[in-house]
């Protein structure tokens, strides 16, 4: 029959609207909560989600603060501008989009950010209470992608999960995430001893490795789930490019129980992810209460 395309733009639409309502629904004392998005250069990518960004914070009714920084702004400069938004009561949120030009220290960066704030959930204390289990601040794409994962299979006790890519901001909170949820969990990576039969024990594949169309057809066993986090440009035959990622789609969806598309998948849901974390970063530093789905 084939895989069921798991919609993440649909999805990530119905949780940018509950976002919506959530704040329209807020007491009048309380103001929007408010995201600042830093972006350092010029980026053409970075261009595109900044812009995407401040889209749906505005149409969610929270009030978006852009910085804008030439390319040549050094590392001093940009620390300064955190501290200054850390001190800004009016900011619940702090994102640096990356990636950072060469002469800035990113991890650096990171962790200037006040870990209230840090709607990315990078910063080492956000992580650390993440591996303990404890409330944080969590990565918007392993947390998008885990969404859809329980929406998709519901209870995932006892799957077996397997994430290719090992990266701090996929791959590491994503085995946290799995863990919590009483998964069996993986993290396969490049020097990985027989990836694709790795791949093939797996009822969930979560695949974030920047490759394009890595993970074939024969790495994925029937009936398993997959999350592509890829997203790739390449080359086609009519001198055009298109966007992929990181698995082989058209030899994985004839078997496969469900996968997310390129585009229109996991992406949507990390922008929906970071307001729905703002939402949550504003609620705890001013201390009021927010419906039982989003505590």
């Not at 999805?11 to 704040?23: M, Y």
């Not at 929270?62 to 040549?72: G, N, Q």
């Not at 990636?99 to 704030?117: C, F, G, H, R």
């Not at 999960?161 to 998964?183: D, F, H, T, W, Y």
């Amino acid at each position: 029959m084939g895989a069921k395309i798991i919609d993440g733009k649909a999805f990530a639409a119905k949780l940018t609207a509950r976002l919506a309502e959530v704040v329209q629904g807020l007491d009048t004392s309380i103001t929007p909560p408010a995201l600042a998005v830093v972006l350092v250069g010029e980026d053409a990518a970075s261009e595109v989600y900044v812009r995407n960004k401040i889209r749906t914070t505005e149409a969610c009714g929270m009030k978006s603060i852009e910085h804008r920084l030439p390319a040549t702004t050094n590392q001093e400069e940009l620390l300064d501008l955190i501290t200054r938004l850390n001190n800004d009561d009016g900011v619940d949120g702090i994102l640096v989009q990356l990636p950072l030009p060469p002469q800035i220290d990113a991890d650096a960066v990171i962790n200037a950010i006040n870990p209230e704030k840090d709607v990315d959930g990078f910063h080492v204390v956000n992580v650390g209470r993440l591996g303990a289990g404890l409330p944080s601040l969590v990565p918007c794409t392993p947390f998008g992608s885990l969404m859809l994962l329980k929406d998709t299979l519901g209870d995932l006790s006892g799957l077996n999960a397997v994430i290719i890519g090992r990266s701090n901001i996929v791959g590491k909170p994503m085995a946290q995430l799995l863990l919590a949820e009483n998964c069996t969990t993986t993290i396969a990576h490049s020097r990985s001893k027989d990836l694709p039969a790795i791949a093939r024990s797996a009822d969930i594949v979560v695949a974030a490795v920047g490759r394009p169309q890595m993970v074939k057809g024969d790495w994925v066993k029937p009936g398993a789930v997959v999350i592509d986090v890829g997203i790739n440009r390449i080359n086609t035959n009519n001198g055009k490019t298109r966007l992929v990622g990181d698995v082989d789609f058209d030899a994985i969806a004839p078997h496969a129980a469900a996968i997310t598309p390129v585009p229109g998948g996991v992406g949507p849901m990390t922008i929906a992810c970071l307001l729905r974390n703002t939402l949550l970063a504003a609620s705890r530093r001013r201390h009021f209460d927010l419906p039982a789905d989003f505590a």
